[in-house]
């Protein structure tokens, strides 16, 4: 009998090499390039509003934390004239997400830990439904021993992210036994 979570079990069998985690950053500075061009092109509220989710991650990832934080709020400003679009979720989701990173950064784990909640409180995109939401702030704060907050993080997450329920359990599990998951594909969304 083949476990219908089987893939997720085992791709937290063994926790990533610090090699891993170098190189999924590395990638994700390499996509980011893309996304500022696309930012960078975007000539009107609307084209502004469909790239800032990926250009705040991307600057966040490329260390560029007051620029980051820049773009997350005109992300938010831009995502409230945008309420109904399929993008409002994205928008939202990965405007906390570096809000909260660059929080941390700031060593305001309160202000991180909102953020979190702030980034799964909307009702999902597209994009958020099949492939998942950020884990890359969740995995921060479980470095901080920030359990209680990340679990209530994955129980939001469970609302709009049914594809992931297999995740959402392994991980849940994990974070029970106070282990950090490695959320590989989930880190650099």
């Given at each position: 009998v083949v476990r219908v979570d089987s893939f997720?079990?085992?791709?937290?069998?063994?926790?990533?090499?610090?090699s891993h985690l170098r190189g999924l950053h590395r990638a994700a500075r390499q996509?980011?390039?893309?996304?500022?061009?696309?930012?960078?092109?975007a000539d009107s509220d609307e084209d502004r509003f469909y790239a800032a989710p990926r250009a705040a991650m991307a600057l966040y990832v490329m260390e560029e934390q007051e620029s980051a934080t820049q773009v997350a709020h005109q992300s938010l400003g831009l995502a409230a004239q945008y309420p109904d679009n399929w993008n409002y979720g994205n928008a939202v989701h990965y405007a906390h997400t570096?809000?909260?990173?660059?929080?941390l950064g700031r060593a305001d784990v309160s202000?991180?830990?909102q953020a979190l909640h702030a980034s799964?409180?909307?009702?999902?995109?597209?994009q958020l439904h099949s492939f998942g939401p950020?884990?890359?702030l969740a995995r921060e704060l479980l470095l901080l021993n920030q359990?209680?907050?990340?679990?209530?993080?994955?129980a939001q997450c469970a609302v709009f992210w049914s594809s992931g329920q297999a995740w959402l359990r392994v991980w849940r599990q994990k974070v029970l036994r106070k282990e950090i998951p490695n959320f590989t594909m989930h880190l650099y969304r």
């Open positions: 997720e079990v085992e791709s937290e069998q063994k926790p990533l090499k610090p996509m980011g390039k893309e996304a500022l061009a696309e930012w960078s092109a570096v809000l909260g990173l660059v929080a202000a991180a830990i799964a409180a909307m009702p999902g995109s597209p950020s884990m890359l359990h209680r907050a990340v679990l209530d993080y994955f």
